[in-house]
Each structure stands twice: as C-alpha cells, then as structure tokens.
C-alpha cells in the first residue's frame, strides 16, 4: 500500500509575513490541514460565542488572546480526525513560549511531533505595506491585496461577490502594536525551535508564487 505523506508544521513570522497566504497554498498542493488561530477566533467572534466575546476587544487592538483559550481551540482543532491523519500546518500558533510548550505537551500526547517549523523573513517596510493594503471577504475568508492580488471587481470578493472590508487590526494603530507585541512575544520562537532543531528560514520578500516555490523547494523532502 501506498504511504501517506503527512507533515506536521508551523508557519511563524511577523503579522505580515505572508504566512496565511503561504499556508493556503501550501496546504493546497500537499493535502494538509491548514489550522489558522487567527481564522479560528474570527469564526468564534462571528459565531458570537462565549469565547468569541472573551476574544473579540482583545483582538481589535492587536494583542494577544489569552494562552488558555487559544489553547482549547487549537487542541480541538488538532484532535480532529483529518489532522491526524493529512498533518497540518498551524498558522499564528504559537504566538509565545509558553504557547510552544503548551503545542510540546498537547502533540506529544497525541504522539504526533511537529516535523517543521518555517520562519518566514521579511523586512517591516513590507510588513506594513502589505497589512495596510490587505483586504478580506467577510463573508467567505478570502484574503486580497490592493495592489498585490486585487480581486477581479474592483470591490468584491471574487468566490462569493460579497464586499471587501479591511480587518479592523490591519488599521495604523493596531498595526504598530502587532509589530511590538511580536517583537516583544513571538521573535523568542526563533531561538526556541533552532535550538530544537526544527527551524527552516524562507526568504518572504516577493510576491506570492516567488515565495511558495521557496517553501515547496525547502519543504520538498521534510518528513
Ligand atoms: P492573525 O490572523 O494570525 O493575524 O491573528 C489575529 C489576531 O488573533 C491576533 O492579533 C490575536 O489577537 C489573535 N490570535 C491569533 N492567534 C493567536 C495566538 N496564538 N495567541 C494569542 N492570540 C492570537
């Protein structure tokens, strides 16, 4: 029988990074799981859940959803039976150390240790150049760029036709505090899985394709 190429990784990066996108298409070509913390919460913000009204303030300003919480959507997420069995690329988790440990113990429970973990490199001009031009469909998910990968009609989403709005965190104040709480928070991750061994650097400057053929070229023989 055939053997089931899985992957288990984490995209990490600034917000800006393209790590969303990247993961997306990454996903698409090798059949993973994408698991978006980020996507996750909005769904739970929308959906007008307990958790989602515990995140919703938070998030609007840029900062950091409580570890607990973040934690009990992921485990879930992962507990599923298609990341078992596809792997997963966890995209804006972990944010922290403390969530990294929290990752450690919850996948070695489940006997299923991460394989990668891509740091995506880019410099803070194009950081805020592309959070400030990014626009997104409230309906369906589905991520723009005013100038990078504008949709077809002008305004509108091209999958479902529904408005384009810009997310109230990729506005100039909430940008500039993602920027620091990462500096302040996430950058720590770098060290955390080099010294694990597991850390594969990307250059992420350059449009979509550019970068997507260096991750599928870097990623091409891991496991
Ligand atoms: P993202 O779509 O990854 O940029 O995430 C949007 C917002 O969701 C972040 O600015 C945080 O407020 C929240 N969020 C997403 N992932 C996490 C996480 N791992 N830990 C804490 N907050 C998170």
Do not use: W
Request: with cysteine; hydrophobic share 35%; proline share 5%.
């Amino acid at each position: 029988m055939k053997k089931i190429r899985t992957l288990r990784g984490v995209f990490l990066g600034p917000p800006g990074a393209g790590k969303g996108t990247q993961a997306k298409v990454f996903c698409e070509r090798r059949n993973l799981v994408h698991v978006s913390t980020g996507d996750l919460l909005r769904r739970e913000v929308k959906n007008e859940t307990p958790l989602g009204a515990k995140a919703s303030e938070i998030m609007t300003r840029g900062d950091l959803v409580p570890d607990s919480l973040v934690l009990e959507i992921t485990k879930k997420r992962l507990s599923a039976e298609d990341c078992r069995t596809r792997g997963f690329v966890l995209d804006g988790y972990p944010r922290n150390c403390a969530q990294a440990m929290d990752l450690d113990t919850t996948l070695k429970s489940m006997a299923l240790p991460l394989d990668v973990v891509v740091y995506f490199e880019v410099s803070r001009a194009s950081l805020i150049e592309r959070l400030s031009g990014r626009r997104v469909c409230p309906k369906c998910a589905a991520n723009y760029h005013v100038r990078e990968a504008p949709p077809k009609d002008d305004r509108r989403c091209d999958h479902c036709g529904a408005e384009l709005v810009q997310r109230e965190d990729d506005r100039p104040q909430a940008i500039e505090n993602r920027l620091m709480v990462y500096k302040d928070q996430t950058r720590e991750l770098v060290d955390y899985y080099t010294e694990r061994n597991l850390l594969v650097p990307i250059d992420a400057s350059g449009n979509i394709d550019e970068v997507a053929r260096r991750v599928f070229e870097k990623l091409k023989d891991i496991p």
